[in-house]
């Protein structure tokens, strides 16, 4: 069994390294001693998700249902300081990870020895002296906490917390405490495990990347790759798998047949069907399936296979036959209550444009053209269910046709594919272009920031952009811009900045406004969330504008305009 403290120690390890390299080593080191002295098919899985920040797999619905004021109850009442205080802390570091080890240093020894906690059996136990948590006792009580439901579970997870808080040193604390809020803030992203995975257990990084765009948890993956079985993953028909994603092109990349369809602006879905069951899930793998009680009948009906994982767009259609802005889908999706009401309000189209498992056969390593063969031949069309339309072509004034078809339509432009190209789950390549009008950028004004995480602690890691009312003479919000931006640049950036702070609370800044960043994006949203009432989507930074005044920034009129407003 290995303690939480070898985790915790090797994450404040991580937190003062600056090389992926350094920490990827670090994370290897981690794993391989697991798989040496610990319990390697538990504790292996745990880890690898751990040190990401998450405590179940990506593809699970499984969720903690812990906000932060749980969280301070629980770290008041390990601590014995009052919850005001644990408040303050959290203001004063701006981390609960911090608030945590500070509050269980600080924390008075008399008050902590007298709370009671729960056992795993759910009785009320004195903690014993002296005890240490391992990596596996902190997942267990995760998931009874994920699981505690009903009367008394707030009660009930408050415990388990306090049983974690209680028996953790301060150092073991302040991962905790970043667990339970599923961020972790050391910089880890799913390529750093990859590779660690492959470098501590010997294994080729493509193998372990393409078992974890199949299976999509990076603790199987772990796991398999420790008893050398990664070329055994496949796909499983109700668990999904990563979508292959499109990169930005032009007619100019078309120098073979290409095969054109419509890009719909809509939202994607990957549909799980076996026999009767079928299972629905969103772009980022969420299982949407109850809110789409339409799209499911229309499956168990229209699809005369047995067994398929197929991959689409959903579409709303409004009125006039346009189709409706995307927040009206999510309408449909993040939908609990009413839905059948909402079914009839919102109607939805599927547009299926690929397959990548048929009766048993994975079909991930056959072209396009074979996949789309075996899609035309399983679906029995219907006028809110067909397959995409496509054209096989090499003549660009052709897919310029089609491209302007789908825009007097209402939608966002056409795929490039290439027919001959074999499906890449979760990668983003040539083999799916994105043709779409490019975006006018927009002139924003920076008015506040963010501290970095981790290695980029030290640097401003995101920007707040706003843009100007000429009306009031204000700056209204409208978003914030992290991407776009090398490390080269974010320490240029930060140094700009610095004379710029009027004052700061935790890892949140507020800037004088005095710099214009020009700003490309995907699309202006309708936000309740920013004082200007909109909101980008995929916001990049393409340069700063030093030849302007932040009241030469873009009007929020300007905005209104491009958002079609
Ligand atoms: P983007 O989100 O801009 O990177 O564009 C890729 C997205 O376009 C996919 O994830 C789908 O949601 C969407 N899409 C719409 N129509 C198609 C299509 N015919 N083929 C593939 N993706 C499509």
Same mark, same amino acid.
Request: hydrophobic letters at 40%; a negative charge; glycine letters at 8%.
């Given at each position: 069994?290995?303690?939480?403290?070898?985790?915790?120690?090797?994450?404040?390890?991580?937190?003062?390294?600056?090389?992926?390299?350094?920490?990827?080593?670090v994370?290897?080191?981690?794993?391989?001693?697991?798989?040496?002295?610990?319990?390697?098919?538990?504790?292996?899985?745990?880890?690898?998700?751990?040190?990401?920040?998450?405590?179940?797999?990506?593809w699970?619905?499984?969720?903690?249902?812990?906000?932060?004021?749980?969280? +301070?109850?629980?770290?008041?009442?390990?601590?014995?300081l009052?919850?005001?205080?644990?408040?303050?802390?959290?203001?004063?570091?701006?981390?609960?990870?911090e608030?945590?080890?500070?509050?269980?240093?600080?924390?008075?020894?008399?008050?902590?020895?007298?709370?009671?906690?729960?056992?795993?059996?759910?009785?009320?136990?004195?903690?014993?002296?002296?005890?240490?948590?391992?990596?596996?006792?902190?997942?267990?009580?995760?998931?009874?906490?994920?699981?505690?439901?009903?009367?008394?579970?707030?009660?009930?997870?408050?415990?388990?917390?306090?049983?974690?808080?209680?028996?953790?040193?301060?150092?073991?604390?302040?991962?905790?405490?970043?667990?339970?809020?599923?961020?972790?803030?050391?910089?880890?992203?799913e390529?750093?495990?990859?590779?660690?995975?492959?470098?501590?257990?010997?294994?080729?990084?493509?193998?372990?990347?393409?078992?974890?765009?199949l299976?999509?948890?990076?603790?199987?993956?772990?796991?398999?790759?420790?008893?050398?079985?990664?070329?055994?993953?496949?796909?499983?028909?109700?668990?999904?798998?990563?979508?292959?994603?499109?990169?930005?092109?032009?007619?100019?990349d078309?120098?073979a047949?290409?095969?054109?369809?419509?890009?719909?602006?809509?939202?994607?879905?990957?549909?799980h069907k076996?026999?009767?069951?079928?299972?629905?899930?969103?772009?980022?793998?969420?299982?949407?399936?109850?809110?789409?009680?339409?799209?499911?009948?229309?499956?168990?009906?229209?699809?005369?296979?047995?067994?398929?994982?197929?991959?689409?767009?959903?579409?709303?259609?409004?009125?006039?036959g346009?189709?409706?802005?995307?927040?009206e889908?999510?309408?449909?999706?993040?939908r609990?209550?009413?839905?059948?009401?909402?079914v009839?309000?919102?109607?939805?189209?599927?547009?299926?444009?690929?397959?990548?498992?048929?009766?048993?056969?994975?079909?991930i390593?056959?072209?396009?053209?074979?996949r789309?063969?075996?899609?035309?031949?399983?679906?029995?069309?219907?006028?809110?269910?067909?397959?995409?339309?496509?054209?096989?072509t090499?003549?660009?004034?052709?897919?310029?046709?089609v491209?302007?078809?789908?825009?007097?339509?209402?939608?966002?432009?056409?795929?490039?594919?290439?027919?001959?190209?074999? +499906?890449?789950?979760?990668?983003r390549?040539?083999?799916?272009?994105?043709?779409?009008?490019?975006?006018?950028?927009?002139?924003?004004?920076?008015?506040?920031?963010?501290?970095?995480?981790?290695?980029?602690?030290?640097?401003?890691?995101?920007?707040?952009?706003?843009?100007?009312?000429?009306?009031?003479?204000?700056?209204?919000?409208?978003g914030?811009?992290?991407?776009g931006?090398?490390?080269?640049?974010?320490?240029?950036?930060?140094?700009?900045?610095?004379?710029?702070i009027?004052?700061?609370?935790?890892?949140?800044?507020?800037?004088?406004?005095?710099?214009?960043?020009?700003?490309? +994006?995907?699309?202006?949203q309708?936000?309740?969330?920013?004082?200007?009432?909109?909101?980008?989507?995929f916001?990049?930074?393409?340069?700063?504008?030093?030849?302007?005044?932040?009241?030469d920034?873009?009007?929020?009129?300007?905005?209104?305009?491009?958002?079609?407003?």
């Amino acid at each position: 069994m290995t303690s939480f403290k070898e985790f915790a120690d090797a994450c404040e390890t991580i937190e003062g390294i600056a090389s992926s390299l350094e920490m990827t080593t670090v994370v290897s080191s981690l794993l391989r001693r697991i798989s040496e002295f610990g319990d390697p098919d538990t504790e292996l899985a745990i880890v690898s998700r751990f040190i990401m920040g998450r405590v179940f797999p990506d593809w699970s619905d499984v969720e903690l249902g812990v906000g932060p004021s749980l969280l +301070y109850d629980a770290i008041s009442r390990a601590s014995g300081l009052p919850v005001t205080r644990i408040k303050q802390l959290v203001r004063e570091t701006g981390d609960v990870g911090e608030t945590a080890k500070v509050a269980l240093e600080k924390g008075d020894e008399a008050s902590k020895s007298q709370t009671t906690f729960l056992d795993f059996t759910g009785a009320d136990t004195a903690p014993a002296a002296g005890l240490t948590i391992t990596i596996a006792d902190v997942f267990e009580r995760m998931n009874s906490i994920a699981h505690a439901s009903g009367k008394g579970s707030q009660q009930t997870k408050v415990k388990h917390l306090q049983y974690l808080f209680g028996t953790a040193s301060p150092v073991e604390s302040k991962y905790l405490a970043r667990i339970v809020l599923e961020e972790l803030r050391i910089g880890i992203g799913e390529g750093v495990v990859r590779d660690a995975i492959a470098q501590a257990f010997s294994e080729d990084v493509g193998e372990v990347e393409r078992a974890y765009m199949l299976i999509n948890d990076l603790g199987e993956v772990s796991v398999t790759a420790l008893h050398h079985d990664l070329d055994a993953v496949a796909i499983m028909i109700g668990r999904p798998i990563k979508p292959m994603l499109a990169q930005l092109g032009s007619f100019d990349d078309i120098i073979a047949v290409y095969a054109i369809e419509w890009k719909f602006d809509g939202t994607r879905v990957q549909i799980h069907k076996d026999g009767d069951c079928v299972r629905i899930f969103s772009r980022r793998l969420e299982d949407v399936t109850n809110s789409l009680p339409d799209i499911v009948k229309l499956v168990k009906s229209r699809i005369t296979a047995n067994q398929a994982i197929l991959d689409g767009e959903v579409v709303a259609v409004g009125a006039e036959g346009k189709p409706l802005a995307f927040q009206e889908i999510l309408k449909r999706f993040r939908r609990k209550y009413d839905i059948s009401a909402m079914v009839q309000k919102i109607p939805l189209y599927l547009n299926l444009f690929d397959i990548v498992y048929l009766d048993g056969v994975s079909l991930i390593d056959e072209d396009l053209r074979a996949r789309r063969a075996r899609l035309e031949e399983i679906v029995a069309q219907h006028k809110q269910f067909s397959v995409a339309e496509q054209v096989l072509t090499d003549d660009p004034a052709i897919a310029h046709a089609v491209y302007q078809a789908a825009l007097d339509a209402g939608h966002e432009g056409v795929m490039l594919k290439n027919p001959d190209s074999l +499906y890449s789950p979760g990668k983003r390549g040539k083999n799916w272009l994105k043709v779409k009008p490019i975006m006018e950028t927009l002139d924003l004004v920076v008015v506040g920031a963010d501290w970095g995480e981790g290695r980029r602690a030290n640097l401003i890691g995101s920007y707040l952009l706003a843009c100007y009312d000429t009306d009031t003479g204000e700056f209204l919000e409208i978003g914030r811009v992290g991407t776009g931006i090398t490390d080269e640049q974010l320490a240029e950036l930060t140094e700009l900045f610095s004379q710029y702070i009027i004052s700061e609370v935790g890892s949140a800044i507020e800037l004088q406004p005095a710099v214009v960043f020009e700003i490309v +994006y995907e699309e202006i949203q309708k936000s309740k969330h920013y004082a200007s009432g909109y909101a980008l989507r995929f916001p990049r930074l393409v340069r700063v504008r030093f030849d302007k005044m932040p009241e030469d920034a873009d009007t929020v009129e300007r905005v209104e305009r491009l958002a079609g407003g």
